[in-house]
Each structure stands twice: as structure tokens, then as C-alpha cells.
């Protein structure tokens, strides 16, 4: 398939329904280093111009039943399962994950616009009792308003879809903001939204300066609300930003995930948990175990088998179907890994499997298990975001809790027990957002995702999701 061929490769920005900007920033695929394609730079006239448009589009949009505005979700979601394949491949191209993965965030970013496109009928407001007799107290659920979306490069669809869903189901209008790094599939999105029947000014993408952008969107009175994904970092920044003007917020902001195996754990299926959990997207996921602390009885035979599964990944291209680890996203990205592992070696952690660079080059990376890992090392502290496994030994359980809590994150979690009672009272005890018990793999459209702690606030998915769009609006009725 030739990228530029595809109907789908837009190089413009979607603005109130006109596709419009000079394409002049790069766009590189992270597998060759080459030249994708090219999209507009934009800053914060073009910024100010989306939230105007989105502000113009509200009324129109909130007045539309919540069944009209599911149709139109529906077809959205309908038209990116049937270009599934044209979508994974742009996304492949820029983000540079396996094709297998690529189809399947494109069928997990699709899967919460038929998820919201169904909630979008089922926003239900309340009958209270009030506290005197005669009134009546009766609740009503209607929309923020313009929102905005500031979203990440390691999930280009699927964190769109997750905040584009239930605003555009709760009546809400919308501004999207991609990362840099990965444009294209955002942009695509928006052209199938497009194609869908989403009216002009209902969503809009700007492309360009992160900082321009952010500005202009958390200054703007008008934008009532900013769901953010990315570092708890910027996060911070967005959050102080937003201030002035009262924003409401989501933030889906960094981890540090435990993967607890807890010595009566079937090792086989927390081995192949932790690969998913921890290698998936060559481990550049917000979810991904950062530390996997083994219980001493089974620490041995876990790093073994953990060992074999690591030898078995094959590192490439993400366009070849056996590959099942692509690229880092940047140098940057790189230069943490190496700098989480020399600081781990040098505090006396042992290297059991890769630990430097792939022979292929550019931001390949081998994938790596250390073991004899402790708290004092800088990959106990810091999101890693690459492919590297680190193995802690405990002894007790309330030392791998206290481990696992000691930390400023709070997204998600692992652990792995075939005790029922166990499973109560860490699953219990575990500050965190997110249980992953005896699976490493816990997003859906259905369950709630979102940490706590400075991993952020809200959630995104799940029969909650929608709120995060709607205001409360109460009515006390008299006579
Ligand atoms: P990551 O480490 O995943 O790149 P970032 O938090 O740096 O996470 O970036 C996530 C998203 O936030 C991207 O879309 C990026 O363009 C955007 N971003 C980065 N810096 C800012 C900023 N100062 N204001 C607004 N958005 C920003």
C-alpha cells in the first residue's frame, strides 16, 4: 500500500468544515527516519479561529436529540472499521507500532464511538424528594459546552476517540489538538467524522505548536473545558493554565505501574501478562508495568521464564507481520531508556537480557530485563516508557504494597494471586486508579480508565465517561 495514495493522508486542518493551512511541518516516520508528509503549522489565530467556530457550532449540536447525535457516532464508527486497514497502516507510518497493533487501536478507538454513540441516548437526569412537602426537585444533565482535547503520540486514535466520544454524545463541541509526533491518523479521524455527518464546527483539529495552542486554548473564556493526555508534567502546567477561567478538567497523566507475582501466582500467565502489559507499544504506554516485583519463592523461575518470552520478541519495521516491537518515537525517548538502565547497572542491577541499542539502528531498542532492581534506582521513580522489564524481589505482602504504593503515580495496577483473599485485600489496598488481577491488560471501552494521585483526574471509557461532558443542572419547582 503507498501512504500517499491513500484517500485518508490529509495535510490539511479541519477548521468549521474547511480544510485549510500551508503543510510545512514535518511529519517522520520513526522506523526510517524518512519524510511522511507534511502539516500545517498552527498557532494561536488559527487556535482562536477552531474555538470560535466550535463556540458557533454549539447550539445546533446541543439542540439535536441524543439520538440524532448517535446516528451520526454510529456512522463515525461504522466508517473507521471499514477503513480500519488505511488507518492502521497511517498509523504505523508515523507512530512506527506493529500493524497487528495498529488494526487493533484503530478497532479500540473505534470501539468507544459505538460505546458513546450509545450512551448518547441514555443521559438521564433524576426525581428528588424534597425535604419539605409540595416542591419537587428534578435534575437535568446538559453539556459543558466547547471543549478541548490535547492528546499524546503513543495512542494517535484511541486517545481522540475517548474524549471526541462522549462530548460530541453529551452535545458538546470540540477542538483537538494531536501530538506532533502523529498527526496524520488524527487527522484521518476527522475526515471519517467528517464523512460521518458531523456538522461543520462540531469538531476541529489544529496541527502545530504545542505550546501556541495550549496557550490559546486553556486562555479562551469560551472553552469550558480540557481533557489532556500526556506527562503529569505538562498536565501541571495545563492544569495552572486553566485556572484563571475556572476549566473543568480530565487529566490521564503518567504511571509507574507494579506488577505484583506474588509467590502462589500461575507463573505462565504472569509471564505472558507482563509481556503484554509491559512490552505492547514497545512499552511506551501509560499502563505499562514500570515495576514488576516478584515474590523471593518464585523470583527465579519468573525471570526465566520472563527471559525466554523477552528472546522470543522480534524487533523490525512495524509494516512486517512478525514483527512485534517497533521503534522508539525519538531519540529522546532512547536516551531515557539508556539512562534508566546505565543508572540501574551502576546501583548494582544485574542485566539479564538486552540493555542496549538494536543493531538496526535509529530508535530501535533491544529488549531488556534487569534484574536485583531496587526503590533507590531512578527506574523505580520515573516512568520509563520503553521496552524495559525490571525485576524488584519482596518477601512479604505488605512490603510489595508499601513498595508498589511508594510513589507519586497512581494509574494502574498489576498483580498476579490464585488466593481469593489476596486478591480482596491488595486489590483493596493498592492506590491506584486501575486493578489489573491476573491480566495484564485492562483497557476497554467499558471500564473506567483513569489513575489518581498525580496520575490525574477523571475518567475516560465506561458508563462515566460522558459525565465528564455533562453539568448538573438542578431545578427546585414550587407550587
Ligand atoms: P509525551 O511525553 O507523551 O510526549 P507530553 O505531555 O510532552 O507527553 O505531550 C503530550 C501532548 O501534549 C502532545 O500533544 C504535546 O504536543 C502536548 N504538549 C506538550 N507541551 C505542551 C504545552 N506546553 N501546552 C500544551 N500542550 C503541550
Given at each position: ?7 485518508l493522508?490529509?495535510t ?20 526510517t ?43 463515525w464508527?461504522?466508517?473507521m ?22 488494526r ?33 426537585i428534578i ?16 495512542f494517535p486514535?484511541?486517545?481522540?476517540t ?26 484521518a ?34 472553552v ?6 500526556g ?5 501541571r ?62 523470583y527465579?523461575?519468573?525471570?526465566a ?15 512486517s ?9 525519538d ?6 531508556v539508556?539512562?534508566h538502565?546505565n543508572?540501574?547497572?551502576a546501583?548494582g ?19 531488556t530485563?534487569l ?23 519482596f518477601t ?42 491476573n ?9 473506567p480508565?483513569?489513575?489518581?494521585k ?26
Amino acid at each position: 500500500m503507498q501512504l500517499k495514495d491513500l484517500s485518508l493522508l490529509k495535510t490539511q486542518c479541519l477548521i468549521n468544515g474547511v480544510w485549510c493551512g500551508e503543510p510545512n511541518l514535518v511529519v517522520n516516520n520513526p522506523s526510517t527516519g524518512q519524510e511522511i508528509a507534511q502539516v500545517p503549522r498552527f498557532g494561536s489565530v488559527e487556535t482562536k479561529a477552531a474555538i470560535e467556530a466550535a463556540n458557533a457550532a454549539l447550539p445546533a449540536w446541543r439542540a439535536k436529540s441524543g439520538k440524532e447525535r448517535s446516528q451520526i457516532l454510529r456512522r463515525w464508527f461504522e466508517l473507521m472499521m471499514q477503513n480500519q486497514e488505511e488507518l492502521a497502516q497511517i498509523m504505523t507510518a508515523e507512530q512506527g507500532k506493529p500493524l497487528t497493533e495498529a488494526r487493533g487501536e484503530i478497532a479500540y478507538a473505534a470501539s468507544f464511538i459505538e460505546w458513546f454513540a450509545e450512551e448518547a441516548k441514555r443521559v438521564y437526569g433524576d426525581v428528588m424528594p424534597h425535604p419539605q412537602a409540595g416542591p419537587r426537585i428534578i435534575t437535568l444533565k446538559q453539556p459543558v459546552g466547547v471543549c478541548a482535547a490535547i492528546t499524546p503520540w503513543n495512542f494517535p486514535a484511541a486517545m481522540i476517540t475517548r474524549k471526541a466520544g462522549p462530548a460530541l454524545a453529551a452535545g458538546c463541541t470540540m477542538i483537538v489538538k494531536p501530538a506532533s509526533q502523529t498527526p496524520l491518523t488524527a487527522l484521518a479521524l476527522v475526515a471519517l467524522a467528517e464523512r460521518a455527518g458531523v456538522p461543520a464546527g462540531v469538531i476541529n483539529i489544529v496541527t502545530g505548536s504545542a505550546r501556541e495552542i495550549g496557550a490559546a486554548l486553556t486562555a479562551s473564556p469560551i472553552v469550558r473545558k480540557l481533557s489532556f493526555t500526556g506527562s503529569t508534567e505538562i498536565g501541571r502546567e495545563l492544569m495552572a493554565a486553566c485556572a484563571p477561567t475556572i476549566k473543568k478538567l480530565s487529566l490521564e497523566l503518567g504511571g509507574n505501574a507494579p506488577f505484583i507475582v506474588f509467590d502462589d501466582a500461575d507463573l505462565d500467565a504472569a509471564v505472558q501478562g507482563a509481556m503484554i502489559s509491559k512490552f505492547r507499544n514497545a512499552g511506551q504506554t501509560c499502563v505499562c508495568a514500570n515495576r514488576i516485583l516478584v515474590q523471593a519463592g518464585v523470583y527465579d523461575a519468573f525471570a526465566a521464564k520472563l527471559a525466554v518470552a523477552i528472546a522470543n520478541l522480534k524487533v523490525g519495521d512495524g509494516t512486517s507481520e512478525s514483527v512485534t516491537t517497533g521503534p522508539l518515537i525519538d531519540e529522546n525517548a532512547v536516551a531515557k531508556v539508556e539512562e534508566h538502565i546505565n543508572d540501574a547497572l551502576a546501583k548494582g542491577a544485574v542485566l539479564l537480557a538486552g540493555g542496549k541499542r538494536h543493531s538496526l539502528g535509529g530508535t530501535f531498542f533491544t529488549p531488556t530485563l534487569l534484574g536485583n532492581v531496587t526503590p533507590a534506582m531512578k527506574i523505580a521513580r520515573e516512568e520509563t516508557f520503553g521496552p524495559v522489564a525490571p525485576l524488584f524481589k519482596f518477601t512479604k505482602e505488605d512490603e510489595a504494597i508499601q513498595m508498589a504504593n511508594d510513589t507519586v503515580f497512581g494509574l494502574a495496577s498489576y498483580f498476579y494471586t490464585q488466593n481469593i483473599a489476596r486478591s480482596f485485600r491488595v486489590a483493596e489496598a493498592l492506590e491506584c486508579g486501575m486493578v489489573g488481577l491476573n491480566t495484564g491488560m485492562i483497557s476497554n471501552e467499558v471500564g473506567p480508565f483513569g489513575g489518581i494521585k498525580q496520575s490525574g483526574l477523571g475518567r475516560e471509557g465506561s458508563k462515566y465517561g460522558v459525565e465528564e461532558y455533562l453539568e448538573v443542572k438542578y431545578l427546585c419547582i414550587a407550587g
